[in-house]
């Protein structure tokens, strides 16, 4: 699984965009708030991130909803240390949405 961003493109050092198809690799914390992501047949939307500093090293809360056609999920939050974490966590978060769903009930 992997995550893709839309509308939102990343300058490269020489200050041009990136080209069409190429991926940009940015940091937690330069997503700007009500990003959307596609995962799938899901739409992401990544309302806010928050970094934590914190002694032991760098945190991330990362709150979010999830699209399902006309069904959009209530907050919920990530917590993860980088963007490899939040993609595994998220893909944790679309199993627990899919069983729910299954089972006749969504958060």
């Known amino acids: 699984m992997s995550i893709k961003l839309v509308d ?5 050092s020489s200050g041009e965009s ?7 690799k940015i940091r937690l914390e330069d997503i700007p708030p009500m990003t959307q992501s596609t995962i799938g047949k899901y739409v992401l939307v990544i309302v ?3 970094k934590l500093n914190l002694p032991w090293g760098t945190q991330y809360i990362v709150a979010c909803r ?7 999920s209530p907050i919920f939050h990530v917590y993860c240390t980088d963007a490899a974490d939040f993609q595994v966590k998220i893909a ?16």
Do not use: Q
């Open 66 to 72: 999830l699209k399902d056609g006309n069904y959009t």
């Open 8 to 12: 939102y493109t990343t300058p490269s």
């Open 92 to 107: 944790e978060e679309i199993k627990r949405y899919e069983a729910a769903k299954l089972a006749g009930v969504r958060p």
């Open 18 to 24: 990136k080209e069409k198809g190429e991926e940009a």
């Open 48 to 50: 806010e991130v928050h």
